[in-house]
């Protein structure tokens, strides 16, 4: 992370740190609620004459969040959150494996589901445009929703050799 106003272009924990923006004029807004107990804190040290570096509380708070952004940066560094941070990444893979094969399970259902319906409403034209474009993805499912699929397709006459892919009874 770079550093503001810094003779040396290192981080100082003496400094004040209050620009509202980059070297290039680029910054962002955020709006926060502070406890009242903090506001009258922050409100304090705005209107101290001996700290003359903060004009208004968003220089007090941006000021704050470096310092507390340095703090953290150091301890990430240092590997204090590592078992933690792997932790939350593992969780949130073991999470997204989840969302991933209960999607895929539902997708084969969705699709057996369409082609009973074409079957006995004898839609075989929708029926064969949906099994071609399942034929074509079929290789994107995770395993065992493409072994589902496989044989679902295998069931309704594709894949496999059956019928040359010919539709109907």
Do not use: C
């Amino acid at each position: 992370m770079g550093s503001w106003d810094t003779h040396d272009g290192g981080y100082d924990i003496e400094n004040f740190y209050t620009r509202a923006s980059d070297k290039h004029g680029h910054g962002s807004q955020f709006r926060v609620r502070l406890p009242t107990d903090v506001a009258g804190m922050v409100a304090r040290i705005i209107a101290d004459p001996t700290l003359p570096q903060f004009r208004t509380a968003a220089d007090f708070l941006r000021d704050a969040a470096f310092h507390r952004l340095q703090y953290l940066n150091r301890k990430v560094s240092e590997g204090a959150y590592s078992e933690d941070l792997t932790l939350a990444i593992v969780r949130h893979n073991a999470t997204k494996r989840k969302q991933d094969y209960e999607a895929a399970q539902e997708h084969v259902q969705d699709i057996e589901d369409m082609l009973s319906k074409y079957r006995l409403t004898g839609q075989w034209g929708e029926m064969h445009d949906l099994i071609e474009e399942q034929i074509e993805a079929v290789h994107l499912l995770p395993p065992d929703a493409k072994k589902r699929m496989t044989e679902l397709l295998e069931r309704h006459g594709f894949m496999g050799g059956q019928n040359d892919g010919e539709l109907g009874d």
